[in-house]
């Protein structure tokens, strides 16, 4: 069975500040995709990266970065000089197949972004 | 384009009373759909997947039930909601990917009193 374990569930920061959002998951597949959202307080989930089993490179895109540790089984993701904006609720997901083939991802609890100006 | 749509956004319901929420996707045929739920300071928990017409998957037993009247559409019911049904309802499908990302609509926020 595939689980995702975000154990922050709320971090509070200071505007430029620079935060890590924690996400560790089991599987016991070698095949298996990994995501993040974003669920800003109109309450939409906002995909915002995926990253499948056999890809370890960190991936950095403006301000957003992730780091990919397969020996940790972990998928943290940073937020550089953090803003107001990025205030929101981040989830952490996990994805293997099932029978028939399909990808269903099960999702973390959750970590409350709260940043101050 | 292809986009999702969910409705009603904000729903107040008595104790007992039934249900439909109802998400529809344009600009694609017979998609997977799914339902999400997230309970207040919870996760979210998937609810019911479909791959098509008529076929339903239940991952958790409860007082709610799905329908897929059309490859469009995709119906969250109950006959009598409790006060543990109430929550955030997403529906949520997979786009153009295959591997489990999956984009959502606005949501359905639902209190039963």
């Known amino acids: 069975a595939q689980k995702v374990t975000q154990a922050q569930t709320e971090i509070s920061v200071v505007e430029k500040e620079d935060v890590t959002l924690d996400c560790v998951y089991e599987t016991r597949d070698t095949t298996y995709y990994l995501f993040w959202y974003k669920q800003p307080p109109s309450g939409e989930l906002v995909f915002l990266i995926r990253?499948?089993?056999?890809?370890?490179q960190n991936e950095i895109s403006g301000r957003y970065s992730w780091n990919f540790q397969k020996s940790t089984s972990s998928f943290n993701f940073t937020i550089t000089a953090s803003q107001v904006v990025d205030s929101a609720v981040y989830f952490c997901?996990?994805?293997?197949?099932?029978?028939?083939?399909?990808?269903?991802?099960?999702f973390g609890r959750g970590t409350s972004l709260i940043v101050h100006p | 384009s292809q986009t999702i749509h969910q409705w009603p956004a904000t729903l107040v319901q008595p104790v007992g009373s039934p249900l439909s929420l109802e998400c529809t996707v344009e600009g694609t045929s017979n998609p997977n759909l799914y339902w999400y739920r997230q309970a207040a300071g919870r996760g979210l928990q998937l609810l019911f997947y479909?791959?098509?017409?008529?076929?339903i998957s239940s991952e958790v037993p409860q007082n709610l039930s799905a329908s897929r009247p059309q490859d469009r559409q995709f119906i969250l019911s109950s006959k009598k909601l409790l006060l543990s049904d109430s929550g955030f309802y997403l529906c949520?499908?997979?786009?153009?990917?295959?591997?489990?990302?999956?984009?959502f609509g606005e949501g359905s926020r639902l209190t039963v009193l």
């Open positions: 479909s791959v098509g017409i008529g076929q």
């Open positions: 997901a996990l994805s293997e197949a099932q029978a028939g083939g399909s990808y269903i991802p099960t």
């Open positions: 949520a499908w997979p786009g153009t990917g295959d591997a489990g990302e999956l984009f």
């Open positions: 990253r499948n089993s056999f890809d370890e």
